[in-house]
C-alpha cells in the first residue's frame, strides 16, 4: 500500500512569505506526527495529532508555527512570517494507534527561506 | 526530558566487516528505545526497537541492537556489513509511561555509516 507522502518535496521562499506544508499519512492510521530535521541533525519533534485533535503540540517553536487535521486524516503545518532560520526538512510521520506504534516517516518537504 | 547521544558522528568500514554504532540515552523515566536508518534521498525507516523482554533485539537487514539499563545504552551492531548499508542511522527514544506515551520521539544526531569496498 501506499506510505505516507509530503506535498511539495522542495520549497523555496522569500523572509516574511508564509507557507503550507502537506501530509497524507498511511490510509488509517490515527496517529500523525511533525518533525524538524536541521542540516546535520537528527529530527526535532515538533506535533502529534490524534485524530483531529493535537495532542501534544510542545515542540512548535513559537506561534509562527500551526498544524491542523481537520478530518482525522491529512494535515498541514503552516508557518507564517517566514525566517531564514526556519529552513530545513519537514517530516511527517503516521502510525496506526500512537504510543509505541511503529512511526512511519515520508520523504520530506525540504523548505530554504532565502 | 529524554536525550539520546549518538558517540560517533561518522563510521567508516570495509565491506564483510562487523560493526558497532553507539548510542547513549537520558531519561528520568522508563523509555522505548528506536534505530532508524535514512538511506540516501529516502525517509526514515524502522530498523528494530526495544519495548520490553529480551534485552537483545533483531532488526532488518541483519542488524540487532542490545538494551543495557545500568549503562543506558542501546548499541546497534551487525557483524557483516555491505556496500548497501551505507546510510546515516538515527537512535531515538520515547517514553514509557506504563502504555500512555504518545510516541513522541527524541532523536539522536545521526551517525553516518559509510562503507568501503
Known amino acids: 500500500g501506499a506510505g505516507v507522502s509530503q506535498t511539495p518535496s522542495n520549497k523555496v521562499t522569500e523572509k516574511g512569505k508564509y507557507v503550507e506544508l502537506r501530509c497524507d499519512p498511511i490510509s488509517g492510521h490515527t496517529a500523525l506526527y511533525w518533525y524538524r530535521q536541521s542540516l546535520g541533525q537528527g529530527p526535532e519533534f515538533l506535533i502529534y495529532f490524534q485524530g483531529t485533535g493535537a495532542a501534544d503540540d510542545s515542540g512548535l517553536p513559537n506561534d509562527r508555527f500551526f498544524a491542523v487535521r481537520p478530518e482525522g486524516s491529512v494535515s498541514t503545518l503552516k508557518i507564517q512570517r517566514t525566517e531564514r532560520g526556519d529552513s530545513a526538512v519537514y517530516l511527517c510521520a503516521s502510525s496506526s494507534y500512537g504510543g509505541d506504534d511503529t512511526q512511519y516517516f515520508g520523504p520530506g518537504t525540504r523548505l530554504t527561506v532565502l | 526530558a529524554q536525550s539520546v547521544t549518538q558517540l560517533d558522528s561518522q563510521v567508516p568500514v570495509f565491506e564483510e566487516a562487523p560493526v558497532e554504532l553507539r548510542c547513549n540515552y537520558s531519561s528520568s523515566v522508563s523509555v522505548y528505545l528506536f534505530w532508524y536508518v535514512q538511506y540516501p534521498n529516502q525517509g526514515l525507516q524502522l530498523l528494530l526497537k526495544y519495548l520490553s523482554g529480551s534485552t537483545l533485539v533483531k532488526g532488518i537487514n541483519g542488524f540487532e541492537a542490545e538494551f543495557n539499563k545500568s549503562q543506558t545504552s542501546f548499541h546497534l551492531r551487525k557483524p557483516s556489513v555491505h556496500i548497501s548499508d551505507t546510510a546515516e542511522y538515527f537512535c531515538?527514544?520515547?517514553?514509557?509511561?506504563?502504555?500512555?506515551?504518545?510516541?513522541?520521539?527524541?532523536f539522536g544526531q545521526g551517525t553516518i555509516l559509510t562503507v568501503h569496498p
Open positions: 531515538a527514544v520515547s517514553k514509557n509511561a506504563g502504555g500512555t506515551s504518545y510516541g513522541k520521539l527524541t
